[in-house]
């Protein structure tokens, strides 16, 4: 189709892939999540239903851009995406990868809203979305691992807080000043004897954050179910909710078996 004479104006469009054959690492945010969370009555210091809503979406992503998406890992209001190198999604345009996992993320909070939680949305909510690549395995592994020790980080910090403020009849601004220049060991003390709160004991969504990726276990046909006609290619792996350390060989020697790459 010949261009008009105003198609130049496309060529101010800039490109921006991606370095080939290396790792992508989409990180969506809530934007402005603190004031959400309070508009829609989240129970502090972590509502349940609401994290499970993030799971959800970032399901959903994952099984939209399936293969792409290899390994996935969310807290609070944040979901991190993990592409493998191989990618050639848009071209691995930066902008157009951002966008539409970032796209198809917000409508899908929304889409599954009413499934997860009591209170009607009050306004439309919206994510920012950044990628950053990484060369190799080991940045990838710190990268999760940064993540979740932010999770445990944040998780103590706020645990330790709202009891303070809900139990403890604290201000705000008093149990900030308790806990100013804590340790850990100074947190998970003052949950457990002012509060009777054992900190390992919470729930593992709370304290390790949720990881999703994908099993290559085929599952396990029931017999007489064509087990044999159903080659072992053919069975989809599936897509895990874990609540595990990522931190660490373990998980990653685990999770070699369905191949990163
Ligand atoms: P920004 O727009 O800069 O990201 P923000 O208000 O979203 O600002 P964050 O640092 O992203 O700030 O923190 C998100 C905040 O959302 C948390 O501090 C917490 O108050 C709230 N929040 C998110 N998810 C939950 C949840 N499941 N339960 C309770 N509170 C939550
Ligand atoms: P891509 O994912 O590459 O953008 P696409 O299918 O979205 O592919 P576009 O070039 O963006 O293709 O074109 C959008 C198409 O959506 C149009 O060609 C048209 O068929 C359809 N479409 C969009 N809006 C309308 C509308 N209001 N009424 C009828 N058709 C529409
Ligand atoms: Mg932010
Ligand atoms: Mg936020
Ligand atoms: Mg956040
Ligand atoms: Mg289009």
């Known amino acids: 189709m010949a261009g008009s004479r105003y198609a130049y104006v496309r060529n101010f469009e800039l490109p921006d892939p ?10 969506i945010d809530g934007k402005g999540f603190h004031r959400f969370s309070n508009d829609h009555n989240f129970t502090k210091p972590n509502d349940g239903k609401a994290l499970e809503l993030m799971n959800e979406a970032a399901r959903f992503v994952m099984n939209d851009l399936r293969p792409e998406i290899t390994l996935a890992f969310g807290e609070s209001d ?4 993990l592409l493998r190198p191989s990618c050639t999604l848009y071209k691995r345009r930066s902008s157009k990868l951002v966008t539409h996992i970032v796209s198809l993320f ?11 939680m009591d209170c009607s949305l ?15 395995q ?26 303070l403020v809900l139990q403890g009849n604290q201000t705000e601004r008093e149990a900030h000043e308790t806990l100013k220049g804590t340790v850990s060991s100074d947190k998970n003390e003052i949950l457990y004897n002012r509060f009777q709160v054992n900190y390992d004991k919470l729930p593992a969504m709370f304290r390790k954050g949720t990881t999703l990726a994908w099993d290559a276990r085929p599952e ?5 179910e064509g087990a ?3 080659k072992p290619e053919k069975v ?13 060989s373990h998980f990653w020697s685990e999770s070699s078996k369905q191949k990163r790459e």
């Open 220 to 224: 396990k046909l029931n017999e007489g």
């Open 228 to 230: 044999q006609e159903k």
């Open 106 to 116: 917000t409508s899908a909070y929304v889409f599954n809203w009413s499934k997860y």
């Open 78 to 81: 944040e979901y991190s995406f």
């Open 138 to 163: 080991k940045e990838v592994k710190d990268y999760f691992a940064w993540r979740q020790v932010d999770t445990h980080i944040n998780n103590l910090y706020n645990t330790t807080f709202w009891a």
């Open 18 to 27: 991606v370095l080939p054959n290396t790792y992508m690492l989409v990180r």
């Open 236 to 248: 989809k792996a599936r897509l895990r909710t874990l609540h595990v350390d990522i931190i660490g």
């Open 122 to 136: 009050q306004y439309p909510p919206s994510f920012d979305g950044r990628l950053v690549i990484y060369p190799s």
